[in-house]
């Protein structure tokens, strides 16, 4: 069965750096595309970055480009999320999920990591 | 860049009454070469992941139950409850997937 397992969350000073990572299982990881979305408390949904399947191609938020960079090593079916200079606002409980080959659907998600910023 | 933007921001129904969503983008989702929207509905509840329920536009995910239903196409979108359960209260979000992903602000769904 699909499963995405994420980790890497936790208590962070403003200014310092983070990774998170989401591990695949369940399905050939190299051959989709992957998004990660945050929840900030008492938030809605924020689409945060999205790779493609080869890595070879990133889109971002705005209010994370040039600080959050994504990327992937399908070696180890793993998704990460490198966070530089985090900020209050960053504060959140990141999911991972896939897109589906041919329908784009977000279908499969993880159960979060939380970051807090303080 | 797509907003999103949802209505209500919050509904109170019934059991077994009907509820229903809204949701404008701010360009249209209608991709011309396979002339399929692409938007998608999610649930969320606290402490889970978002569950998908509906994507291009009216497609229902597999295992979702009938009594969701999405419609509309280009730049306004519904999501319909049929018969609200007790296992329906949530926050729902729409989704374009048309360019990256942009969610509504989402809509609360109670039992009144």
């Known amino acids: 069965q699909v499963q995405l397992v994420e980790s890497g969350g936790g208590v962070v000073q403003p200014g310092r750096s983070l990774r998170l990572s989401c591990v695949a299982s369940?399905?050939?990881?190299?051959?989709?595309?992957m998004h990660w979305v945050r929840q900030a408390p008492g938030k809605g949904l924020e689409w945060v970055a999205v790779?493609?399947?080869?890595?070879?191609?990133?889109h971002y938020v705005d209010s994370v480009k040039g600080r959050f960079t994504i990327f992937r090593d399908n070696s180890k079916n793993t998704l990460y999320l490198q966070m530089n200079s985090l900020r209050a606002e960053d504060t959140a409980v990141y999911y991972c999920?896939?897109?589906?080959?041919?329908?784009?659907?977000?279908?499969?998600w993880g159960q979060g990591t939380l970051v807090t910023v303080s | 860049d797509f907003v999103m933007t949802q209505s209500p921001d919050s509904l109170a129904v019934s059991l077994g009454e009907r509820a229903t969503i809204n949701c404008k983008s701010s360009?249209?989702?209608?991709?011309?070469?396979?002339?399929?929207?692409?938007l998608a509905w999610f649930q969320h509840k606290p402490g889970h992941p978002p569950k998908l329920l509906i994507y291009?536009?009216?497609t229902r995910e597999s295992g979702v139950p009938d009594r969701f239903s999405g419609s509309g196409s280009g730049t306004d979108f519904t999501l319909t409850i049929s018969s609200l359960q007790a296992e329906d209260v949530a926050v729902y979000y729409c989704?374009?997937?048309?360019?990256?992903?942009?969610f509504g602000q989402g809509t609360k769904v109670e039992i009144k």
């Open positions: 999920t896939r897109e589906t080959i041919g329908t784009a659907k977000n279908d499969y």
């Open positions: 369940g399905f050939t990881f190299s051959t989709y595309a």
């Open positions: 790779i493609s399947y080869d890595g070879t191609n990133e």
């Open positions: 360009q249209s989702v209608l991709y011309s070469s396979d002339n399929k929207n692409y």
């Open positions: 291009w536009a009216s």
């Open positions: 989704q374009q997937y048309y360019f990256t992903r942009t």
